[in-house]
């Protein structure tokens, strides 16, 4: 199994980056998915999580209204959108095969600064 995030960066706050995470060895569709971040010397946070068949969606209260969590099962990949970045946001931030933290990636760095 394999979970790969990339499109994380550096912006300004105000700006958007969208993250993606591409999943190979499992049977993606059957799976919710979810996007966990970790702040330098912080806990690991659940940031969003997505569904397997109905996409329906959570997300943490500090993320509300600015991020989004989708999925393409023919490219088994799922996607962050991050809108109105933040300081507060820093962080790296994790995909993960279900919703309790258990396999997730390496991670991609995203740093908001001005």
């Known amino acids: 199994v394999q979970v790969v995030e990339s499109g994380g960066g550096s912006v300004a706050p105000g700006g958007s980056l969208r993250l993606t995470c591409r999943v190979s060895?499992?049977?993606?569709?059957?799976?919710?998915m979810s996007w966990y971040r970790q702040a330098s010397e912080k806990g690991r946070e659940l940031v969003a999580h997505?569904?397997?068949?109905?996409?329906?969606?959570e997300y943490a209260e500090s993320v509300k209204g600015r991020f989004t969590i989708s999925r393409d099962n023919s490219k088994n990949e799922v996607y962050l959108q991050m809108n109105n970045l933040q300081p507060e946001d820093t962080a790296v931030y994790h995909c993960?095969?279900?919703?309790?933290w258990g396999y997730g990636g390496q991670g991609t760095q995203v740093t908001v600064s001005s």
């Open positions: 993960n095969i279900g919703i309790p």
């Open positions: 997505i569904m397997s068949a109905s996409n329906l969606t």
């Open positions: 060895g499992i049977t993606f569709s059957g799976y919710p």
